[in-house]
């Protein structure tokens, strides 16, 4: 009953008032992963909007750019063979899913291509259904309306710029112009304020902080490399670093929280990994079953 009464009194909190300005974030911060991937197709418009209707903070999703230079919400730069179907209906093979590049089609073209009516093996609760990866202005509209009619805070988001060295200027821009245009489409949507850019690339990471060094950024890392040569890399400290969950102990979060930053690690989904890694002391928890957090017993 306690814990159930606690999570209520973090959700409530949460929807009294929009969020202004990342700094204003609650202490810990419930993140649903691609929106809600255990639930729905991820990063599709359906699971951000399910996403909301759990006690979260923030809607994380991954990003890549369009031909016509359009920011679109995608894990991968191209259409996973997996997951994804062709606009006649038929399956992509594995051979040829790197050649079906998302930079090399426009936002109309990208819109035929169904990426959630196969499901996804890997997620047996997800729903499948028919859905399109849709550009970072349709997700911010339908979030804005739907949080509008259902009297929700506006979230915060938590976007990933999905880059790589191999990939600069076959499968995304190059970092400066990556960056650019994401920062631009964020002024144009109103939610630079609101959000959160992370990436593993550390090229991307630096030039995100020549160009905007006041919005919060987060250092995604998965490499077994460990913290102080992982921040090395960079040029200034993030105000978040997001390491893959099984690489924390109690020595990385102290190290973390050192050096002033927050250690809000991905992606957990086991209610007792989740009850762990809080008793650690992380900060927040990414999550593809924003369902479960009601289950998650919360320690003051």
Same mark, same amino acid.
């Given at each position: 009953? @306690? ?11 949460? /929807? ?20 809600? !991937?255990?639930?729905? *197709? ?37 259409? #996973?063979? @997996? ?21 090399? &089609? ?8 169904? /990426?959630?009516?196969?499901? #996804?093996? !890997? ?10 990866? *849709? ?10 309306? %739907? ?6 805070? &506006? *979230? ?5 710029? @999905?880059?790589?060295?191999?990939? %600069? ?26 959000? /959160? ?11 995100? #902080? ?24 960079? #040029?200034?400290?993030?105000?978040? %670093?997001? *390491?893959? %969950? ?15 930053? !927050? ?16 008793? &650690? ?15 998650? !017993?919360?320690?003051?």
């Amino acid at each position: 009953m @306690k814990r159930l009464l606690f999570l209520t009194l973090i959700f409530l909190s949460a /929807c009294l008032q929009n969020p202004s300005t990342m700094a204003d974030q609650p202490v810990f911060d419930w993140q649903g992963h691609r929106g809600s !991937r255990g639930l729905l *197709p991820e990063n599709s418009i359906p699971a951000f909007l399910k996403g909301l209707e759990y006690p979260i903070q923030t809607l994380e999703m991954d990003v890549v750019v369009s031909k016509d230079k359009k920011i679109i919400v995608s894990h991968d730069p191209h259409f #996973n063979h @997996k997951i994804c179907k062709k606009p006649d209906g038929s399956s992509i093979t594995k051979e040829e899913e790197d050649s079906i590049s998302i930079y090399n &089609l426009t936002y109309d073209e990208i819109k035929y291509f169904d /990426c959630g009516s196969r499901g #996804n093996e !890997r997620f047996p609760e997800q729903k499948a259904m028919v859905v399109n990866k *849709p550009s970072l202005q349709a997700v911010v509209e339908a979030v804005n309306i %739907y949080c509008r009619h259902n009297e929700r805070a &506006l *979230p915060y988001y938590d976007i990933e710029i @999905k880059s790589q060295e191999s990939w %600069y200027d076959s499968l995304v821009p190059p970092p400066a112009e990556f960056v650019a245009l994401l920062l631009k489409e964020l002024e144009q949507w109103g939610i630079k304020e609101m959000t /959160c850019i992370q990436s593993f690339d550390v090229n991307v990471m630096n030039e995100l #902080n020549k160009q905007d060094p006041k919005i919060i950024k987060s250092f995604l890392v998965e490499n077994l490399d460990g913290f102080d040569k992982n921040m090395a890399l960079l #040029n200034y400290t993030p105000d978040i %670093y997001s *390491p893959y %969950y099984k690489f924390i102990d109690e020595a990385l979060v102290q190290k973390v929280h050192d050096r002033g930053m !927050r250690l809000i690690p991905w992606t957990i989904n086991e209610v007792e990994e989740m009850e762990r890694l809080i008793e &650690l002391g992380v900060d927040g928890i990414i999550t593809d079953y924003p369902n479960r957090i009601e289950e998650v !017993r919360m320690k003051k």
